[in-house]
């Protein structure tokens, strides 16, 4: 089984409003990625976690707030958002974050669609 | 910073033609390259994954190519079908531990 599985499918939330995004793997992944990505572009990476800690952080604006409770489960709390946060958010998931493993390969889950109002 | 370029960002062809998509990158130093596949709006489907080591692999009427020295990447699709319409990423995994993802080339395969 290589799936990624996410939820919601679509959200539309206001800009005072705190939601949450869930992504689950259960192919004993130990990385686990949040993207985003805007209509007609490429995705850019969020965040990393890497065996549940935090390793990766591009930057992000601190109104999203990344979680890994355990090595299956990756949330993203949301809260005080704008309208150009809007975009597909992605979640994805490999063995590790070492690319020299020969068994290395993201798979990615099927997004959340997030419009702020 | 590594750039990857994948040329053409658009095609449409007749059903039945094979199909080459290429892909370059700027920093050879990779651990290996990833072909996604992305139908509009949803999320990506990992099409190959070649390690650096490789030269190419394929998967039914899929193959995908690997020179890591001059950074260059080719996917082909033998016999196209309508259903292979979609955007086709590539994206190589380096020293940063991030995929790099180019824009796409954007397949429509005509009926």
């Known amino acids: 089984d290589t799936e990624v599985t996410q939820t919601p499918k679509h959200l539309v939330m206001g800009m005072t409003n705190k939601k949450s995004l869930k992504c689950e793997q259960h192919?004993?992944?130990?990385?686990m990625y949040w993207y985003k990505q805007k209509a007609k572009k490429p995705p850019e990476l969020m965040f990393v976690y890497s065996y549940e800690k935090l390793s990766i952080n591009e930057s992000v604006p601190s109104r999203f707030s990344p979680e890994c409770p355990n090595s299956s489960l990756l949330n993203l709390h949301l809260h005080a958002l704008q309208p150009e946060d809007s975009a597909l958010y992605l979640c994805?998931?490999?063995?590790?974050?070492?690319?020299?493993?020969?068994?290395?390969?993201?798979?990615f889950g099927p997004g959340t669609r997030l419009t702020v109002t | 910073k590594q750039e990857v370029t994948q040329i053409p960002a658009a095609l449409s062809v007749p059903e039945g033609e094979n199909l080459v998509l290429n892909c370059s990158f700027t920093d050879s130093a990779i651990y290996n390259l990833q072909w996604f596949r992305q139908d509009p709006g949803k999320g990506l489907t990992s099409l190959l994954l070649?390690?650096?080591?490789?030269r190419e692999q394929t998967s039914g009427r899929l193959n995908a190519s690997l020179d890591k020295s001059s950074g260059r990447s080719t996917l082909y699709i033998a016999a196209s079908q309508p259903g292979d319409s979609a955007t086709y990423l590539c994206?190589?995994?380096?020293?940063?531990?991030?995929?790099?993802f180019g824009k796409g080339n954007q397949v429509v395969v005509i009926p």
């Open positions: 994805a998931s490999s063995q590790d974050t070492i690319g020299r493993t020969s068994s290395y390969e993201q798979y």
């Open positions: 994206a190589p995994f380096g020293g940063n531990n991030r995929l790099a």
């Open positions: 070649i390690q650096s080591s490789q």
């Open positions: 192919m004993g992944h130990r990385a």
